[in-house]
């Protein structure tokens, strides 16, 4: 079974960092580009990082220089190191197969960001 699981979010004060896991299941995970999403309150979905399989990399422009999206093939697991927090980076973060419906059909809880004052 397909499986997407977040882990490493909680409570940060701004300018402080967190790092981010997803481990997956049930997929080729070498195959696919892989993306972070987040979802703030009141807001809509959004695309954060993506990364290919190659390596090639996306951000959002609101992260750029802040956070680092990188890939392990060999544990089927992704990850986001996320610095210098700001308050507007609190949301739930996911992680998916990019802009794939199928996939996103399977997608986990997500785990929790707050960067508070």
């Known amino acids: 079974q397909v499986q997407f699981m977040e882990s490493g979010g909680g409570l940060v004060k701004p300018g402080g960092s967190m790092s981010l896991t997803c481990n997956t299941n049930?997929?080729?995970?070498?195959?696919?580009?892989m993306s972070w999403y987040r979802q703030g309150p009141g807001r809509e979905r959004e695309l954060v990082a993506t990364?290919?399989?190659?390596?090639?990399?996306k951000y959002a422009d609101s992260v750029k220089g802040r956070f680092t999206i990188s890939r392990d093939n060999a544990r089927k697991s992704l990850h986001l190191q996320m610095d210098n927090l700001r308050p507007e980076d609190t949301a739930v973060y996911y992680c998916?197969?990019?802009?794939?419906?199928?996939?996103?059909?399977?997608g986990g809880p997500g785990t929790q960001v707050t960067v508070y004052s």
């Open positions: 990364i290919s399989p190659e390596g090639d990399i």
């Open positions: 049930g997929l080729v995970f070498s195959i696919y580009s």
């Open positions: 998916n197969v990019h802009e794939n419906t199928w996939f996103a059909k399977f």
